[in-house]
């Protein structure tokens, strides 16, 4: 029984390790390991490269639904000359996806990450190794939501401003109450706002209620000048002029690319319709440059509206301060003895 557990214990694990190390390796004779599978010795998985995305997967999906022998010649040509596909594929998608981006007005983006993000690292933390992920952010717990939704880089939270301005960058959100809610409170209690006259109370400007936390065009400074009916007609038609006059600078921006493209197409000897083909090209760079300067000009008339604005609401601020100074004492001595009779209710 003692022999048996003996040989159990250390015998059986001394000959398993010793016939381990009796097996020829592949540098001495032995049998070599399997073969990578094809193009691996490049560093790819299959017919495609590391480097290279998936580009034919969706799109030949997508296509065998519409034109399905199309489809099937692409997945033939993918399988059999790889390089070829991928060429053909970004010669023929560049022009098609460019044209189809400027009709939409698709705006910029941030270029793509071709080297898969070598060379990248997220930042060290304190006492981490290198290459570890660095500190979670703030007030975000994991698995969580994010605090502030639309304003974390996530591509399905919405806008940061709810109203882009008429030039396509993002506008100033709109000022329905104290916290963003159309329901909230007013915002300002001065009486072109909505609230009560000042020297009628006992807040700290004598209007009866305290001051709202005040928050958007900088520090101390109110919410934007309330428009009236007509000015706000008056923007909303401009900006509907300078989308019109977008839309059609973008078309002739289209079609130029269409005249050049046709240009290249021709062969050498066809001097006639070269000529043909020059002639409305410059006919069309000449349109195209006189809508970038009515664009131009739009951009100046609704630079000057908002300074007019502007200089309207710093006029306005100013009679108020002029008559806060000429009303101090009084506001000062009703404020005073308001708190006086609500200390005495109290006792």
Known sequence: MKTMHWLLRFGLPAVIGAAALAQPRHEEGGAPPPPPPPGAEDGARGPGRLHRPPLGDPLIRGLAERNPELAARLA???RDDPDTFHQLMIDALVPQLEEALDAINAPPGEPPDLDGGAGQRPPRGPGMRPGAPGRRPPGRMPGGPPPHPGMDERPDGPPPHPRPGMDGRPGEPPHPGMDGRPDGPPRHPHPRMGGVPHGEGDGPHGDGRPLPPRSGRGHGMGPPPRMSEEEVQAEREFGERFEALRREHASQEQAVRRLVREHQELPAGAEGPRAELRGRLIELI??????????????????RLEVARIEKAVAEIGA????????????????????????????
């Open 76 to 78: 033939r040509l993918r």
């Open 286 to 303: 000449n349109a195209q440059f006189d809508a970038r300067t009515r664009l131009r000009e739009m951009e100046v008339e609704r630079l």
């Open 320 to 347: 108020e301060l002029q008559q806060r100074g000429a009303d101090r004492a009084r506001i000062i001595e009703r404020r005073a003895e308001e708190l006086l009779r609500r200390g005495k209710a109290s006792e």
